[in-house]
C-alpha cells in the first residue's frame, strides 16, 4: 500500500447498508504500537480481551467518531481485522530490510 493511501473503515445498518464510511491517510506511531502488539495475540482464537482491544483500537484511530456499540452493533469482523493488518503492514513497508541492510553513509 502506497503511503499516504486511506485506510478505511465502513460501518453498516440493519439491512446491510452503508450508514458511513471512515478514513485516515496518516498513522500515528501509537497506534502502530497498538496494532502490531494486538497482531500479535490474533494468532490464535480471540477471545474477549482481543475483541475489546480491536474494537477500542478502531475507535481511537478514527477520532472517536463513533463508539464501541457502534462496532458491535455494525462492524464487519474482517474489516476491523484488516484495519489492523494495514496499520501494520504500513509499519512494515516504511522499514529497511532485514535481509538487505542499507549502508549507512561515512
Known amino acids: 500500500m502506497p503511503l499516504g493511501t ?9 439491512d446491510d447498508e452503508v450508514l458511513e464510511t ?4 496518516r498513522v500515528p506511531l501509537q497506534f502502530v504500537e497498538r496494532a502490531i502488539e494486538l497482531s500479535g495475540k490474533l494468532g490464535g482464537a480471540m477471545g474477549q480481551e482481543q475483541l475489546n482491544a ?21 462492524a464487519d469482523l474482517g474489516e476491523l481485522i484488516s ?3 494495514e496499520i501494520t503492514t504500513r509499519a512494515v513497508e516504511l522499514m529497511p530490510s532485514q535481509s538487505n541492510p542499507t549502508t549507512p553513509p561515512k
Open 22 to 25: 471512515y478514513s485516515r491517510a
Open 6 to 14: 486511506p485506510i478505511q473503515f465502513t460501518l453498516y445498518g440493519d
Open 54 to 74: 480491536l474494537y477500542q483500537i478502531i475507535v481511537d484511530f478514527y477520532g472517536e467518531k463513533f463508539t464501541v456499540a457502534d462496532l458491535r452493533k455494525g
Open 83 to 85: 484495519v489492523i493488518q
